[in-house]
């Protein structure tokens, strides 16, 4: 299994295949829609993301050591931000998570192309992921 550094290479290499911005959001959109659709049974409140400007619903799955995301947004750009960040982060421990640097959109250039409202959505998901990290690490430590 790739590690999540490599991840996040292979997602860096394959942006700067393009230098238009029009193509990138192409490629991020593109990202979306290889996304699973989510079960309606897990498009509930408790689900959703909080600061993100569009509906994202975030579910989690915690098996043998490692979790395991779903998530879906009613917003094309978003739902591909979500399946970048889930190729990274999906199939991890939480050690693995929690110790994760996520530099690969500020490397191909995301942070100074996302509206603010986006940026902060994008960053809610991520800190949710990584609250579900810790949460399902402390609960194996109190075992």
């Known amino acids: 299994m790739k590690t999540t550094d490599q991840i996040q290479q292979e997602i860096i290499d394959e ?4 230098d238009d911005w029009m ?4 490629m991020i ?14 498009k509930t409140p408790d689900n959703i993301i909080q600061g993100c400007q569009s509906r994202v619903w ?8 490692r979790l395991f995301f779903q ?4 917003a094309l750009i978003v739902k591909g931000l979500l399946a970048l960040v889930l190729r990274i982060f999906n199939d991890r421990t939480p050690d693995e998570i929690l ?3 996520l ?10 192309h996302l509206s603010p409202t986006r940026a902060n959505g994008l960053l809610a ?10 949460a399902y690490k402390a609960k194996e430590a109190a075992k």
Do not use: C
């Open 71 to 74: 998530a879906e947004s009613d």
């Open 58 to 65: 975030l579910q989690t799955d915690y098996r043998d050591g």
């Open 99 to 101: 110790a994760t640097d």
């Open 15 to 18: 942006f700067r295949l393009f």
């Open 23 to 26: 193509d990138k959001y192409a």
């Open 29 to 42: 959109i593109e990202q979306g829609n290889s996304l699973k659709p989510l079960d309606e049974i897990y």
């Open 103 to 112: 530099h690969f959109m500020k490397e191909i250039g995301l942070t100074e």
């Open 125 to 134: 998901v991520i800190k949710q992921i990584r609250f579900y990290a810790m």
